[in-house]
C-alpha cells in the first residue's frame, strides 16, 4: 500500500473556480504536512504547510488536515490559468521529523 | 544565493560511466537532502544530510549510489557504473534545523543513461 495516495486526475475546472485536491496518508504517526506545487519541466514549489487539526489559510489557498481521518487537503479559490500545474503532497514518514514520503501528484487544469 | 542551486541541469551518460551531481543548499541551511523522481511520480527519498553527518541513507537504491558533504555545504551525489534504470531527475532540498522542516528544492539534475 502506497504511504500517500492522491487522485492522478487531470482535475479541470473552470477559471474563478474552486479546486479541491485530496490526499490520504497510512502512517499515523506523520505529524507535519505539505503542499508542493510542479510546473511541467520543474522542480516542487512548497506552497504551504500544516501541522495542526483543522485549517490554515494563506492569500487563496486553504490547507485542512484531519488527522483521525488521516486526510490533508488544498482548496485553491478564484483558480487563474496560472495554477495549472500537478500538485504533490508530502508527508513526513518513518518516525522521523525530516524524511518525506510524497504522492505522486495530481494534475490540474484550469480552463479560462 | 537566493536558493538551492544544482549542477548540472543535465547530463547524459552512457551506460557504465560514472556521474557526479552537485548541489549549493541556501545558505545557512543546515539539512540537505536529495530525493530522485522518475517521469510521473512523486520524488522519493535518498539521503539526508545535518551538516556534514550523513544521518539516513536508506533511500540510495544501491551501493553504486554515494553522497557526500565534507564540509557542510555543498554536496554531491555519485553514481558509478550508471545503468538504464538510473536515468532520473535528481532533485536537492535544503531546509534550516527545525521540529517541521519545510524543504526547499533546487531546479534539479536531470540524468539521461544511454
Known amino acids: 500500500q502506497k504511504e500517500v495516495e492522491q487522485n492522478s486526475g487531470p482535475l479541470s475546472v473552470p477559471e474563478g473556480a474552486i479546486a479541491s485536491l485530496n490526499c490520504t496518508y497510512s502512517?499515523?504517526?506523520?505529524?507535519?504536512f505539505f503542499w508542493y506545487r510542479q510546473y511541467s519541466g520543474k522542480s516542487p514549489e512548497l506552497i504551504m504547510f500544516?501541522?495542526?487539526?483543522g485549517d490554515k489559510e494563506d492569500g487563496r489557498f486553504t490547507a485542512q488536515l484531519n488527522k483521525a481521518s488521516q486526510y490533508v487537503s488544498l482548496l485553491i479559490r478564484d483558480s487563474q490559468p496560472s495554477d495549472s500545474a500537478t500538485y504533490l503532497c508530502?508527508?513526513?514518514?518513518?518516525?522521523?521529523?525530516?524524511?518525506?514520503?510524497f504522492g505522486k501528484g495530481t494534475l490540474l487544469t484550469v480552463n479560462p | 544565493g537566493a536558493g538551492v542551486s544544482q549542477s548540472p541541469r543535465y547530463k547524459v551518460a552512457k551506460r557504465g560511466q560514472d556521474v557526479a551531481l552537485r548541489c549549493d543548499p541556501i545558505?545557512?541551511?543546515?539539512?540537505l537532502f536529495w530525493y530522485q523522481q522518475a517521469l510521473g511520480q512523486g520524488p522519493e527519498f535518498l539521503t539526508y544530510?545535518?551538516?556534514?553527518?550523513?544521518?539516513?541513507k536508506s533511500g540510495l537504491p544501491s551501493d553504486r549510489f554515494f553522497a557526500e558533504r565534507p564540509e557542510g555545504s555543498v554536496s554531491t551525489l555519485k553514481i558509478q557504473r550508471t545503468q538504464q534504470e538510473d536515468s532520473a531527475v535528481y532533485l536537492c532540498?535544503?531546509?534550516?534545523?527545525?521540529?517541521?522542516?519545510?524543504?526547499?528544492f533546487g531546479p534539479g539534475t536531470r540524468l539521461t543513461v544511454l
Open positions: 532540498a535544503s531546509s534550516v534545523q527545525g521540529l517541521y522542516n519545510e524543504q526547499f
Open positions: 502512517d499515523r504517526g506523520s505529524q507535519s
Open positions: 500544516i501541522y495542526s487539526n
Open positions: 508530502a508527508v513526513n514518514s518513518g518516525g522521523s521529523n525530516y524524511k518525506l514520503t
Open positions: 545558505s545557512g541551511h543546515v539539512s
Open positions: 544530510f545535518q551538516n556534514e553527518a550523513q544521518l539516513d
